[in-house]
């Protein structure tokens, strides 16, 4: 059985599952919850500093996007950081360390853009025996509009000064929890690794009006009529999130950086999928949200069952392993040509491959009295769209063309050498060489 | 003592009143919000769809799911509706089996179609329910037309020709309209008085009139309505009943499945209406299976349709004839009547075994008797009026758009040549002739 412990900037979990900090970790009865439920680690839900803490609405918090049967797929959230006085969840997340000695509970902090206010609560956390600290510079509303998270997230220059106040005042590993609500991550992720940041975790929500109350013309959620963006989570943020793991991962600025990746992961494949790109472990909310803590249940089996079908033997066989395959789309292989190909013996004849092709693409799918799809090579540009929407699995694949053979559509003989667009002659960049 | 299953004879009662509610309680309930929602989304949304194809009326159901999926049912009925007004009676009584739901992409491939049938009661349902109608009438043309029967065929006919401009009277022989929606169909698949419900809510497209109990042959001829009217469509149906041509069809406790069923459909306490202890329907239609069904449904304790061709050869569709089995109906098939039994009434049928393999039905030479007290024949309907129309195969002849041999006079539904002789089929004809009806009376057709 394959081995999932994690070790992440030094912090130990018996596996690279976590939970972020969200509502889920919000106090100590929620995780001991998840800990007997089998999570690797927990972020405790943000602390803000000493004093009367922040309040929420009273109305609804979340605003949801459903996928059939309501599948949930995207869930926002208008929730600040807690709003449970700072001593309290000081004593709670000491006695849960006390005694779950053996998961990893990093905590999280907001407080003000001040030295004076860090170094304040990093020693009272500490106390606390937490593994380690994550800096919210994430959360998109609410505290944004006081001069904290995202706000602070937005401005590479404060995550580093903010970054560096907290690794001159403690012994923690800092984890610097990064706002996609910016244009290039790859400044932020910067920013946190001068400050001295021993890790970046990605990413937090995003700025979001999930859906509008078309009888009220109110977004939702709403409250007394009006609305306010919230963060945006869940299965449908994955895609941004990967890709801005993976400019961090690429980049060479911060290549190595260790990242703990966040944003709809709900299953093992999301979680190994994240890893592949160079997460060195994982935090999950919404799927926890959506179906309570057992899922981590699934997430360990399926990660290990996937990782002994592979032959990884530990988590750090396969980190990283899917990071030198993303590159800039110069560099992809021009002439590599591939053809759509329907399996006739799949195929149920529902005709939305040749819609997708003949109304929205190139025309390259012919379709018989009978309903019978068949690929036209002369016309074909390999898209894929036809995979994409052909509802049975397999059904229509790309076959790549060897070497030697022709493009009908092109009537270009197929080369077995790579040619991207550096040196394209269509590039007008391509200086010719002597 | 009250009877029983087991009690000898025709009698009522045979179960309890909780019971028969139940038994006769609607056969595929219908969908909540929820279900519709899951439902529709298994829709591929195909491009020219296959279930359109099979669809006797045309009905553009991906766009009719596509529109329920986003929460818009009443454009859903209104797209339903525009091909078959009687949409919502479609939606309960279609063998989508063999129609839509036979081609369904996932039937294909899975074996599990779409609920395109639930669908449609669905979305037609929830506009019926609001009593809204969809559709609105065209300036008056100042024509008139004649329609006989208040079938499936009349009633669309008659609602096309009306949204079109044009005075329509509806003729028909019966106390009610509806035609077999009303008297035909069993009674689980149309609950609550839904058929009715559908012809009121059809007329408030307004100018149609309809006149009862005026049959054709008999208070009105085809001659006075040519006079009085532009155009004149039949709808009649088919009001006799084959004989069975079996020795001793006279006796008592032998009858026409259609009337039972009719009864049935009227009974205000089926309770009270009687049904037999053993049951023989002779037949292999729908009726056959409405007519056995029915009577176990109200208690008969043991019932038998006897077809005389084999499983493969059945008219009854495959949902059917499970429904039937499931129910405890036993199909007796290649058993074909030879005499009924009895000194005075039934008391039981002998068969001929046939073979039938290759189509050709012949004798094996085989008897055997099977115990009855009321036998049903449900051996197919005929044209009791052809009103001097060219008949052909024992049905008005039509073309394409429902014209008759004589001009001026249109027909369709089961009356009418060509079709399966299905709801479906019949708003499809009704649909098309009014079609070509008002072509022809604006001058706008050939």
Partial sequence: ?434 | MGNSPHTDGIVAGRISADAVADNFSDLHPPLDDHEALVAADRCYFCYDAPCQTACPTSIDIPLFIRQIATGTAESAARTIFEQNILGGMCARVCPTETLCEEVCVREVAEGKPVLIGQLQRYATDKVMAEDKHPFTRAAPTGKAVAVVGAGPAGLSAAHRLAMLGHDVVIYDARPKGGGLNEYGIAAYKSVEGFAQAEVDWLLQIGGIEIRYEQKLGESITLETLQERYDAVFLGVGLGGVNALRAEGEDKEGVRDAVDFIAELRQADDLTKLPVGRRVIVIGGGMTAIDAAVQSKLLGAQEVTVAYRRDKSAMGASEFEQVLATSHGVRIEFNAQPVRVVGNGKVTAVEFARTTSAGGELAPTGETFEIPADQVFKAIGQTLTTDAGLTVERGKIAVNETGRTSVSGVWAGGDCASGGDDLTVTAVAEGRDAAMDIHATLTGEGA
């Avoid at chain 1, 949200?289 to 996937?306: A, D, N, R």
Wanted: charged share 20%; hydrophobic share 35%.
């Fill in chain 1, 1 to 434: 059985m394959a081995d999932l412990r994690s070790e992440f900037v030094g912090i130990k979990s018996p596996n690279p599952f976590w939970l972020a900090s969200a509502p889920p970790t919000d106090k100590e009865y929620n995780v001991r919850r998840a800990y007997e439920a089998g999570w690797g680690g927990v972020v405790w839900k943000t602390l803000g500093e000493e004093g009367p803490p922040v309040v929420n609405v009273n109305g609804p918090r979340y605003g949801a996007i459903f996928g059939a049967d309501r599948r949930l797929l995207g869930l926002n959230n208008i929730e600040l950081i807690t709003d449970r006085p700072l001593q309290q969840n000081l004593r709670e997340i000491k006695a849960v360390k006390r005694d779950y000695p053996d998961r990893a509970l990093v905590v999280s902090l907001m407080v003000p853009c001040e030295e004076e206010a860090w170094k304040a609560i990093l020693p009272v956390v500490e106390e606390t025996g937490a593994d380690g600290i994550e800096l919210n510079f994430g959360c998109p509303h609410g505290m944004a509009e006081r001069g904290m998270g995202s706000a602070v997230g937005q401005v590479p220059e404060y995550i580093e000064m903010v970054t560096r106040w907290c690794k001159q005042n403690t012994r923690m590993p800092v984890i610097v929890k990064l706002t996609p609500n910016i244009t290039d991550v790859r400044y932020p992720a910067q920013a946190a690794k001068r400050g001295g940041a021993d890790a970046v975790s990605l990413i937090n929500t995003i700025n979001s009006i999930t859906s509008v109350n078309l009888d009220s013309f109110a977004p939702e959620p709403t409250i007394d009529g009006k609305g306010s963006h919230g963060g945006y989570c869940g299965p449908a943020v994955k895609p941004i999130a990967m890709n801005m793991v993976a400019e961090i991962a690429r980049s060479p600025e911060t290549a190595g950086l260790p990242m703990s990746g966040i944003g709809g992961i709900t299953t093992w494949r999301d979680a190994a999928e994240f890893m592949s790109l160079g997460c060195g472990n994982v935090q999950v909310c919404t799927a926890a949200m959506t179906y309570g803590f057992k899922v981590v249940q699934e997430m360990i089996s399926g990660l290990g069952q996937w990782m002994d079908e592979k032959g990884h033997n530990s988590i750090d066989d396969f980190v990283g392993r899917a990071v030198p395959n993303v590159r800039d789309w110069q560099h992809l292989n021009l002439n590599h040509v591939t053809k759509a190909r329907i399996s006739q013996d799949d195929c149920i004849k529902c005709g939305r491959c040749y819609a997708a092709c003949e109304d929205t693409s190139h025309q390259a799918i012919s379709m018989s009295a009978d309903r019978v799809f068949e690929v036209m090579d002369d016309e074909c540009v390999a898209c894929n769209l036809c995979v994409n929407v052909c509802p049975v699995e397999g059904c229509i694949t790309m076959e790549t063309l060897e070497p030697g053979m022709v493009d009908e559509r092109t009537g270009q003989v197929v080369s077995g050498e790579h040619g991207d667009w550096t040196t394209h002659p269509n590039n007008p960049s391509v200086v010719a060489a002597e």
